[in-house]
């Protein structure tokens, strides 16, 4: 049966249809002709607020239909190029971030069928989401310092056009990327092909080639709750990150703009997204953690303090499970090659464990999703810790494995004990299946095959297959 | 690239000024850098000063006793290496009972090898080492390597730099490095040394040394054609999935600049291979050749042992001429290299003396070998990465990156 949705849109299609064989645009406000809209795409912010946002290269933003009405969008960064700021790159391989586009933004209401810009539908939120499609450091490395130049027209090297593709066609509710969105820092060397004439730096152009033009599908097919990664700490690719996908009002104190506001910019207080009306995924910003544990006098400290408290306060919601989001592990793995795996980001651990000691999380977490490790890790515990997963195989070089047979006795924390942990090094992406109370997660390789299928009881999950999937 | 936890080591960084160079702190004596090198060359040496090299490079009367050049060991028929007609996997020394320790690597692309030194990406747990001359990474330049087979009891086997000083200012080209140098360079040791070095570093970086005239080459350049099962091959080579030979044996097959194409990162990784109990040391069962570690323990690095067990990633150029392959020289087939890779856990009876996981290190280190890195991370019970046609085709596709003056029917 076809839903309401779908009738509106092919009603919609066939006037716009019409008015094209009439000759005429299907919109008068020359700000909303689709051929100024470059992309469109809807983010969600606290409380599951629905934002949605346009790219625009018209002076004006464009108007948006929601159901009946007509507003026009508000100005949320204009077209621009920053003074040249400090980067993580030598000044000499660095350049002032240009934005050429206008970004433009309209708050939705929750309770919205239909919206539109131009001919455009957007994606919005379900009530009670059913799929959520889940990814990671997805984009092209292109790297001076690490004479690391990827073949960014080369699918097999760089499979996320593969992966949004593959991952559209499940049709998923909403799209959860968990951080390191952008990475063509530096530009291509003028003899290698493989990423020629790739644009550099950290402005538009990037962006829309590490994540706008590739991932088009799966902006299109659903809204995305989006965590920031240290690829998007202020140093990198900060500036787009606050124009594009921060879900928080801009302003040029939360612009990475001038390095002098870093210390704030870097940050961003926890919010709390619902899925539906017994699940919600708490967005934790660990952008610009270090490597090494805090003393508690470190600003960081203090920060991240700050926010783990308020994590806990969020989590405290009743009747609901939470879904702790961050980029960086804090009960996972990272691989090393020749010794037994690292455990979780320690920086992070240091805050975690003096805010919420043995604990690490809060009473009311029952899950951590994280990237950053560019593998698939599912890890239960049976010690009374959230399980967690981590889904950092989105597109950029993937890791070395973890050991098979896992080793014996090797917590990712102190106090933490591990029970099974299923892994892969392939690339893919996971998918979260909403199954009675609870949620049924899959691992799928970069063509849709699955390899793993965990479900959830609590703060517990219950992989079918154990130890290294071969991709 | 394989990566490694400097453990306790963060006491001994020592920050120094960035802006000075692109030395960001020091591990022990080593340097850790802000970025990868450069791609290196190409090289324009003074021809004359190769000419010099090369003279050098193939006097046999630079041993002890007389009759073993460098280009013994390193054959030119061999693109440069070889074992000095042993079948040991080792070469023999200029005394025929006296063999040495380690496979010889090829002499040809040695100019590319970078200096050692540690580099750390924002997303590695931990700085990682690279480069340094010698599978150990011992030396970081010509001047530094020549010593040691010049020197070595089962190498060259030389009493002193003194001798050596002594034979150069009566070798036929003394009056060429007079020439270059300046007319009292000979007459001490360390100026002759010095002279020494330098010429053959310019005969490395000469051309002969660095042809890049692969069908590998050709190409890239568009001015060959690769089969199909060569194609296959490169694709495994590449593929994560797969081989991942790719990995630590870096290319870039889309640049027109070969030196991106060296076929390694200059990393360092512990695979465990096989001993080789042909080599004569290895009649002490005690004896056991660990690779980086004693260059950590010389420069000072925080708990050398964790690097006991790790070589060099060699390049791959010229990989199929090769006499033997690996460190020790264990394997007698290329095929059989590549193999290792993908069946190393899973048939540890094919490669190791009763089954026995990486019994050329002591048991406390072996815990240091690389389980992580696929394929060889599988365990036994598990299908490999490679199939036995997929083998061949990367074995395939390792022979067109033999150069051409090597490349006929062998």
């Known amino acids: 049966m076809t839903n309401p949705i779908s009738r509106l849109r092919a009603i919609f299609a066939l006037a716009s249809a019409a008015a094209l064989l009439a000759g005429c645009s299907t919109t008068a406000d020359e700000a909303s002709r689709d051929e100024h809209v470059k992309y469109a795409w809807v983010v969600l912010g606290d409380g599951g607020k629905p934002i949605a946002r346009v790219a625009t290269d018209y002076a004006t933003c464009p108007n948006i239909n929601v159901d009946d009405g007509e507003t026009r969008m508000q100005l949320r960064a204009a077209a621009g190029t920053a003074a040249q700021r400090t980067t993580a790159?030598?000044?000499a391989d660095s350049k002032p971030s240009s934005f050429p586009l206008n970004t433009c933004e309209a708050t939705l209401p929750a309770s919205a069928k239909l919206a539109r810009v131009g001919t455009r539908f957007l994606p919005l939120p379900k009530a009670e989401p059913q799929r959520v499609l889940v990814l990671a450091d997805t984009g092209c490395r292109l790297k001076k310092a690490d004479n690391a130049f990827k073949s960014c027209s080369d699918g097999e090297m760089w499979p996320l056009a593969q992966i949004a593709a593959t991952a559209a066609a499940m049709k998923p509710d909403l799209v959860l990327h968990i951080g390191d969105y952008h990475y063509r820092e530096n530009a291509c060397p003028a003899d290698i092909a493989g990423c020629k004439d790739s644009p550099w730096g950290y402005g538009w152009d990037t962006w829309e080639a590490d994540l706008f033009k590739p991932a088009a599908p799966l902006l299109a097919a659903a809204p995305w709750i989006v965590v920031r990664g240290n690829h998007e700490e202020c140093a990198r690719a900060g500036q787009g990150w606050f124009r594009l996908l921060d879900t928080g009002p801009y302003s040029a104190a939360r612009s990475c703009d001038d390095p002098v506001n870093d210390g704030t910019a870097n940050y961003t207080t926890p919010y709390a997204v619902p899925l539906g009306s017994d699940t919600q995924v708490i967005v934790f910003d660990s952008a610009r953690t270090g490597k090494a544990a805090l003393p508690v006098t470190d600003p960081q400290f203090i920060a991240y303090q700050k926010d783990f408290k308020t994590v806990a306060t969020l989590a405290a919601k009743a009747r609901t499970t939470s879904l702790f989001v961050n980029h960086h592990p804090i009960l996972g793995y990272a691989p090393v090659a020749g010794s037994a795996p690292a455990g979780g980001n320690a920086a992070l651990l240091s805050v975690a464990a003096q805010v919420n000691p043995s604990a690490?999380?809060?009473?009311?977490?029952?899950?951590?999703?994280?990237?950053?490790?560019?593998?698939?890790?599912?890890?239960?515990?049976?010690?009374?810790?959230?399980?967690?997963?981590?889904?950092?195989?989105?597109?950029?070089?993937?890791?070395?494995a973890l050991p098979d047979p896992f080793p014996a006795n090797l917590p990712p924390a102190p106090g933490v004990t591990l029970d099974r942990i299923t892994h892969s090094v392939t690339f893919g992406f996971m998918v979260m299946d909403r199954s009675g109370t609870g949620w049924t997660f899959k691992a799928y390789t970069k063509a849709g095959k699955l390899m793993a299928t965990c479900t959830q009881s609590l703060n517990r999950i219950a992989c079918d297959k154990v130890g290294f999937l071969a991709g | 690239?394989?990566?490694?936890?400097?453990?306790?080591?963060?006491?001994?960084?020592?920050?120094?000024?960035?802006?000075?160079?692109?030395?960001?702190?020091?591990?022990?004596?080593?340097?850790?850098?802000?970025?990868?090198?450069?791609?290196?060359?190409?090289?324009?040496?003074?021809?004359?000063?190769?000419?010099?090299?090369?003279?050098?490079?193939?006097?046999?009367?630079?041993?002890?006793?007389?009759?073993?050049?460098?280009?013994?060991?390193?054959?030119?028929?061999?693109?440069?290496?070889?074992?000095?007609?042993?079948?040991?996997?080792?070469?023999?020394?200029?005394?025929?009972?006296?063999?040495?320790?380690?496979?010889?690597?090829?002499?040809?692309?040695?100019?590319?090898?970078?200096?050692?030194?540690?580099?750390?990406?924002?997303?590695?747990?931990?700085?990682?080492?690279?480069?340094?001359l010698f599978a150990d990474g011992r030396a970081d330049d010509l001047p530094g390597l020549l010593r040691h087979p010049l020197l070595d009891p089962n190498e060259m086997h030389n009493r002193s730099l003194d001798a050596v000083a002594a034979k150069l200012r009566?070798?036929?080209?003394?009056?060429?490095?007079?020439?270059?140098?300046?007319?009292?360079?000979?007459?001490?040791?360390?100026?002759?040394?010095?002279?020494?070095?330098?010429?053959?570093?310019?005969?490395?970086?000469?051309?002969?040394?660095?042809?890049?005239?692969?069908?590998?080459?050709?190409?890239?350049?568009?001015?060959?054609?690769?089969?199909?099962?060569?194609?296959?091959?490169?694709?495994?080579?590449?593929?994560?999935?797969?081989g991942n030979c790719a990995s630590c044996h870096k290319f870039n097959e889309t640049s027109s600049n070969p030196a991106r194409s060296m076929f390694t990162d200059y990393g360092f990784d512990a695979i465990g291979v096989p001993r080789n109990r042909a080599?004569?040391?290895?009649?002490?069962?005690?004896?056991?050749?660990?690779?980086?570690?004693?260059?950590?323990?010389?420069?000072?690095?925080?708990?050398?042992?964790?690097?006991?067990?790790?070589?060099?990633?060699?390049?791959?150029?010229?990989?199929?001429?090769?006499?033997?392959?690996?460190?020790?020289?264990?394997?007698?087939?290329?095929?059989?290299?590549?193999?290792?890779?993908?069946?190393?856990?899973?048939?540890?009876?094919?490669?190791?003396?009763?089954?026995?996981?990486?019994?050329?290190?002591?048991?406390?280190?072996?815990?240091?070998?690389?389980?992580?890195?696929?394929?060889?991370?599988?365990?036994k019970g598990m299908q490999p990465a490679l199939s036995d046609a997929e083998i061949d085709a990367i074995v395939a596709f390792l022979r067109t990156l033999t150069d051409t003056p090597w490349a006929g029917p062998r």
């Open chain 2, 170 to 242: 009566s070798a036929a080209y003394a009056e060429g490095l007079k020439r270059e140098f300046g007319p009292k360079t000979l007459d001490t040791t360390i100026d002759a040394i010095a002279a020494l070095g330098k010429v053959m570093e310019s005969f490395l970086q000469s051309r002969e040394m660095a042809p890049f005239s692969s069908r590998y080459d050709a190409w890239v350049q568009g001015k060959a054609a690769l089969n199909a099962q060569e194609l296959r091959g490169l694709k495994l080579f590449k593929n994560p999935d797969k």
């Open chain 2, 1 to 132: 690239m394989p990566v490694k936890l400097l453990m306790a080591g963060v006491a001994l960084l020592l920050a120094v000024s960035a802006s000075a160079s692109d030395v960001v702190a020091r591990i022990g004596i080593t340097a850790q850098r802000a970025a990868m090198p450069d791609v290196a060359g190409p090289f324009n040496p003074a021809a004359s000063r190769a000419a010099l090299g090369r003279q050098a490079f193939f006097d046999a009367r630079l041993s002890e006793p007389a009759g073993t050049s460098c280009a013994s060991c390193h054959d030119p028929g061999r693109a440069f290496s070889g074992n000095h007609g042993s079948r040991l996997g080792v070469p023999l020394g200029s005394r025929p009972d006296r063999a040495g320790v380690r496979n010889t690597p090829s002499a040809l692309y040695a100019a590319y090898i970078p200096p050692l030194f540690f580099y750390q990406d924002d997303d590695a747990p931990a700085p990682t080492p690279f480069g340094g």
């Open chain 1, 360 to 400: 690490y999380y809060p009473p009311g977490i029952a899950l951590a999703l994280h990237g950053h490790v560019h593998d698939f890790q599912a890890i239960n515990f049976s010690s009374n810790h959230p399980a967690t997963f981590v889904s950092g195989n989105g597109g950029d070089n993937l890791d070395a």
């Open chain 2, 279 to 379: 080599i004569p040391s290895t009649r002490n069962a005690k004896y056991f050749d660990t690779g980086l570690c004693a260059t950590a323990s010389a420069n000072k690095w925080p708990d050398s042992g964790q690097w006991c067990g790790y070589f060099r990633t060699p390049s791959l150029r010229n990989v199929a001429v090769r006499e033997r392959w690996m460190h020790n020289g264990v394997f007698t087939t290329l095929r059989d290299a590549v193999a290792f890779y993908a069946t190393r856990s899973i048939e540890p009876e094919r490669w190791y003396r009763k089954g026995e996981l990486f019994d050329d290190l002591p048991r406390r280190y072996r815990g240091n070998v690389n389980t992580a890195t696929l394929p060889y991370n599988r365990r």
């Open chain 1, 89 to 91: 790159s030598a000044s």
